[in-house]
Nanobody, 122 residues
Framework: QVQLVESGGGLVQTGDSLRLSCVTS????????MAWFRQAPGKEREFVAT????????RYADSVKGRFTISRDNAKNTSFLQMNNLKPDDTAVYYC???????????????WGQGTQVTVSA
């Protein structure tokens, strides 16, 4: 069974930075893509960023381009989301997810973490 555990969330001010981490454990026999999604109160879960297994391909939501960077360290089974210049609209629970291919739809990911809260005050 594959497990994903996020960490690194917190309460920050507008313009601050945070780095989220997602550690994957369990039966790791494939070369999955990793992604980050987020869900704000009263809103649907939305795509944030995704990265291929090699790290060579990335894709971002327009709302975070130029501010967020996704990366991974396969030796440590860990993916990261570096978030800079945070805004109040970035407030949400952030989830990491694993899927067979790089994708921006939630249904294309088969394993999910429990989420970590990010709150950005004005």
């Amino acid at each position: 069974q594959v497990q994903l555990v996020e960490s690194g969330g917190g309460l920050v001010q507008t313009g601050d930075s945070l780095r989220l981490s997602c550690v994957t454990s369990g039966r790791l026999v494939s070369r999955p893509a990793m992604a980050w999604f987020r869900q704000a109160p009263g809103k649907e879960r939305e795509f944030v960023a995704t990265v291929s297994y090699s790290g060579g391909l990335t894709r971002y939501a327009d709302s975070v381009k130029g501010r967020f960077t996704i990366s991974r360290d396969n030796a440590k089974n860990t993916s990261f989301l570096q978030m800079n210049n945070l805004k109040p609209d970035d407030t949400a629970v952030y989830y990491c997810a694993r899927g067979p291919n790089i994708a921006d739809r939630a249904v294309e990911h088969d394993y999910w973490g429990q989420g970590t809260q990010v709150t950005v005050s004005a």
